[in-house]
């Protein structure tokens, strides 16, 4: 049955270096949509509005949605996608390329604690993504790839990718590359960009 669903949303704190942004629509002081997007970015505003659910209160850190550093959500989310594209552009640079099929057929080599968190939360996006989707819950894609950013970097500090043993390069390419596509997918569906370069 087609229908429309209308949610109601809590009210928004404006926080601006540390200290709150004085708003009053009775005397006209207030910060329009536009000139949030205009301060911060389309996608840092997109982002900071959906990592929460609709009737939760939101406190809209203008400084840290600005920042770009690991401490803002969605810019260390589109890094962790530009640093895997990072690794294929380092793998063409020294005349290499890799086999995706291989990578497919050598998983069983990716036996590393960071290797299998990552397999293993890899998994659950389908899962995370239909349930968004049942609940009207945008928030919880957002959440999944913040905590996908952050285990894909804690592998990329703790092992090199492209390593000499050909089957277990072809297979952490592969698992990266899965991961790539799936920060891509689910940025995608927030109308968030996922960039190649940072």
């Avoid at 968004?132 to 990329?156: G, I, K, M, S, W």
């Amino acid at each position: 049955q087609d229908r429309l669903e209308v949610l109601l949303v809590q009210f928004a704190n404006l926080w601006r270096n540390g200290e709150k942004v004085q708003m009053s629509t009775r005397s006209g002081q207030f910060v329009t949509l536009q000139e949030l997007v205009d301060e911060v970015g389309v996608d840092a505003a997109r982002f900071f509005y959906i990592m929460r659910k609709s009737d939760q209160h939101l406190d809209f850190d203008l400084t840290l949605a600005a920042s770009k550093s690991n401490e803002n959500p969605v810019y260390y989310i589109q890094y962790a996608h530009a640093r895997i594209c990072s690794v294929f552009e380092q793998l063409a640079e020294r005349g290499q390329s890799w086999d995706q099929e291989n990578g497919l057929q050598h998983l069983v080599l990716l036996t590393d604690r960071h290797e299998k968190a990552l397999i293993e939360y890899l998994q659950q996006y389908p899962e995370t993504v239909f349930h968004a989707a049942e609940r009207l819950a945008p928030h919880l894609v957002a959440n999944y790839l913040r905590e996908c950013a952050q285990r894909f970097h804690t592998y990329y500090n703790a092992l090199p990718f492209i390593v000499d043993d050909i089957n277990l390069r072809d297979a952490r390419l592969a698992l990266i590359a899965a991961t790539r596509q799936v920060i891509r997918n689910g940025l995608a569906l927030l109308a968030i960009s996922a960039p190649d370069s940072m």
